[in-house]
Each structure stands twice: as C-alpha cells, then as structure tokens.
C-alpha cells in the first residue's frame, strides 16, 4: 500500500522559513502529480500547490506566490515545499497528495483529484 508521510512541520514566527518535506513510499512516483494542499482552524481544506511529475510545470494559490515554492526529486522519491515569508494565516495542517491520473499540462488544483493523500504536518506561525 502506498503511503505518503510529510515532515518538516513545526513552529516558526512570522517571516521565517520552513520546509516541508512529503515522501512516498510507492514504486512509480515520477508518473505523478503531487500537491500541497492545507487545512487551517476551522477553515476548509485549501489547495497550496501542485507540480507536474517532471518537475517542470507548477501551480500556485494566488496566496502563495513568490512565498512558496513547490519541487521534487524522483530520484528520492520526494516532493517539498519551501516556504518562506510565513505569515500567521498560514497556520494549517499541511497535506501533500498523489494523483495518479495525471498526464500532462497544468497539475490539478482540485482535491478530488487527488487519489492518496498523507497524514499532514502542522505548520504554526506566531506573530
């Protein structure tokens, strides 16, 4: 069974960085899209970033432009998320996802589209 686990979660205060880190313990990780997606208190679960299984196409919320940037590393089975200029709106539990169904193009930004999703990593920024 595939599983994918993040690290890298943790307090920081605003400004700072952290990375998150999703690793996946499948055989095929270069076929898919990964993405980012975060759950904040009492919020709704929110789409963050998602990236092409190249490596080469990326996709941002308008929240998180020029702030975050998402990357992976078939090679090791792993996708990140830097995040740097936190802000204290960016408390959330962060979830990295796999679809498996993408092909090409812009990577989904949707959470339906995503068919195996990890546990999530809390991310808490203090102001």
């Known amino acids: 069974q595939v599983r994918l686990v993040e690290s890298g979660g943790g307090l920081v205060q605003a400004g700072g960085s952290l990375r998150l880190s999703c690793a996946d313990s499948g055989r095929t990780f270069s076929s898919y899209a990964m993405g980012w997606f975060r759950q904040g208190p009492g919020k709704e679960r929110e789409f963050v970033a998602s990236?092409?299984?190249?490596?080469?196409?990326?996709r941002y919320a308008d929240s998180v432009k020029g702030r975050f940037t998402i990357s992976r590393d078939n090679a090791k089975n792993t996708a990140y998320l830097q995040m740097n200029t936190l802000k204290s709106e960016d408390t959330a539990v962060y979830y990295c996802?796999?679809?498996?169904?993408?092909?090409?193009?812009?990577?989904?930004?949707?959470?339906?589209?995503?068919?195996?999703w990890g546990q999530g990593t809390q991310v808490t920024v203090s102001s």
């Open positions: 990236i092409g299984w190249s490596g080469s196409i990326t």
């Open positions: 996802a796999r679809d498996q169904n993408y092909k090409s193009g812009y990577p989904p930004a949707r959470p339906g589209s995503y068919d195996t």
